[in-house]
């Protein structure tokens, strides 16, 4: 599938192909006795499990030692933490996801300098650059995922609608992207819609701001909301102000997949593949660390998920069976 966006640097991807590891590549590894942390915005996420086993999984079949996994729980200050210790630990990579652009800029710089290799997870904080401070970036195509949300929601948009985005306050790369991308292709597909933009700075403000914007506009008629955790929280709201309004959303987590089938509020989710995205990751570092320079942006398509196509979407994306709660929901088992 196609990419339709650009890196931080507007560099063009590459396709997760280019890092695949070969067999003698997974040996030379294995020989190294190489040490690896990795370095998250969370670790109680689906998104997050499923990156993890995927990152993990691919680690250890090339025999490298994930040394820690620290959760920063989206805040800057324990990330900084978190680099800083394990910078003292010597490990001879670092995989983060870095929570902010400017606050943990100058920790993530730290460990490059510490001649640690630095493989960053969806965003790349200000001023880093590839070769320089990193090796290389590892996302999905959150350009792309924005648009297919507004692909997705735009049938159940009544001509003239109201439309609530609700997005992520935190200077973050990849929702950043993904609000950007729903904007403009509303804007040039869909001109007839008022789009109203409100965002949370934390998980726990999801649901009182997306109740915020149903004051603001009793009359909202769709909502976009920039992934899964928040888009739960503000569907509950809709649910219990007595109000029917279609969301579009990110990331295939369980509760919205369920969510999804059950014919709720979620009515579309552009999915993005975390359990592929942690194994290119983990290839990506492997790469790196046996002296080879792997491309600045390595970008993973997204699926568009509707109630249709939900079982087989959350195959592809968990990489297990689906969850009898939703087959359930699906009425594919009594």
């Not at 997760?16 to 109680?44: I, N, S």
Request: one cysteine or more; glycine letters at 8%; proline letters at 6%.
């Amino acid at each position: 599938m196609t990419i339709t966006g650009l890196g931080p640097h507007g560099e063009r991807a590459a396709a997760p192909e280019r890092v695949l590891l070969l067999p003698e590549d997974m040996a030379r590894a294995r020989a190294g006795g190489l040490r690896v942390a990795v370095v998250l915005h969370t670790t109680a996420s689906d998104w997050a499990k499923q990156l993890l086993a995927g990152l993990v999984g691919t680690l250890g079949a090339c025999g490298v030692v994930v040394i820690d996994v620290a959760d920063c729980a989206f805040e800057p200050d324990t990330q900084i933490q978190a680099l800083d210790r394990l910078v003292r630990e010597a490990p001879d990579a670092i995989i983060s996801l870095p929570v902010a652009n400017a606050k943990v800029a100058e920790a993530h710089k730290r460990v490059g300098a510490a001649g640690i290799k630095l493989v960053l997870l969806d965003n790349a904080p200000t001023g880093l650059l590839p070769t320089k401070d990193y090796v290389s970036l590892i996302s999905a195509d959150n350009f792309g995922l924005g648009k297919m949300a507004a692909e997705s929601l735009s049938p159940h948009l009544q001509v003239g609608a109201q439309v609530g985005v609700l997005g992520y306050a935190a200077d973050f790369f990849a929702t950043n992207e993904r609000e950007i991308a729903f904007v403009k292709w509303m804007g040039i597909n869909r001109r007839d819609l008022k789009i109203t933009i409100r965002r949370f700075s934390a998980l726990s403000d999801a649901a009182s701001t997306a109740e915020g914007l149903l004051r603001h506009i009793p009359e909202l008629d769709g909502l976009f909301v920039v992934w899964d955790t928040p888009a739960i929280a503000a569907a509950s709201a809709i649910v219990e102000a007595g109000m029917t309004i279609p969301i579009a959303t990110i990331d295939l987590g369980r509760d919205a997949a369920i969510e999804l089938a059950a014919g709720g509020p979620i009515v579309a989710i552009a999915a993005q593949q975390p359990f592929r995205q942690g194994q290119t990751a983990a290839s990506t570092t492997v790469t790196s660390l046996l002296g080879r320079l792997p491309p600045a942006w390595v970008a993973l398509p997204g699926l568009a998920v509707t109630p249709d196509n939900v079982v087989e979407s959350f195959q592809t994306v968990w990489q297990t069976s689906a969850p009898r709660e939703l087959l359930r929901r699906k009425k594919l088992v009594r």
